[in-house]
């Protein structure tokens, strides 16, 4: 059975409709999912003490530390569904901190030779969901860009896909309506 890997970014927990988005994709994929609620997690940013110990973990090939729980979680999973909203032109902060808690060479990528990255994760597919109130054009999606980037670029995930519901918050837009759609497009399986 596929291992499916929901990361949760969206801050507004169950009201989130960027997360009922996510939660129904999820609901269609075949596997067994575990989600990863970014903030309930406590996920921050680097600092120097946190990179000099992680450094010094990665240097002696030890990956068992709690801080690698995220990258091990990555590395491990068959597909992965990120749940972010659009926030000002990108992702919500947490997501960026998460990026920065799984990028772990020799754990998710390793350098080759050449100095390029080669990514080490098992999973063969990524999907951005994300929901926004107004309309996103696709050079403004920075996060989907971003992670999708380091997905096929470093991690070794071979296909990425931006799954979303645009126009919520437009005066005299049906959001259930959009929700809905955006619902009835996801695929089966």
């Known amino acids: 059975m596929d291992k499916i890997l929901l990361i949760n970014a969206c801050v507004r927990g169950d009201r989130s409709r960027t997360l ?26 680097l600092t120097d003490e946190t990179l000099r110990q992680r450094d010094e973990l990665i240097a002696r090939g030890d990956y068992s530390a709690p801080m690698f729980r995220f990258a091990r979680a990555l590395k491990e999973c068959g ?5 972010a909203p659009y926030w000002d032109m990108g992702c919500p902060a947490v997501l960026k901190c998460w990026i920065e808690q799984i990028c772990v060479n020799g754990l998710t990528f390793r350098y080759g030779e050449n100095g390029a990255p080669i990514g080490l994760c098992g999973a063969a597919k990524m999907w951005y969901v994300m929901t926004s109130g107004g309309y ?28 979303s519901a645009e126009g919520l918050d437009i005066v005299g837009s049906d959001p259930e309506a959009i929700l809905r759609r955006a619902i009835d497009a996801l695929p089966n399986g």
């Open 136 to 163: 996103v054009a696709e050079a403004a999606n920075m996060g989907y860009a971003n992670l999708a980037a380091l997905c096929t670029g470093m991690f070794g995930i071979r296909e990425t896909q931006c799954v």
């Open 20 to 45: 009922r988005l996510a939660r129904e994709l999820t609901a269609r994929l075949r596997g067994e999912v575990t989600e990863l609620d970014l903030a309930a997690e406590g996920v921050t940013y």
């Open 79 to 83: 597909q992965l569904v990120v749940a």
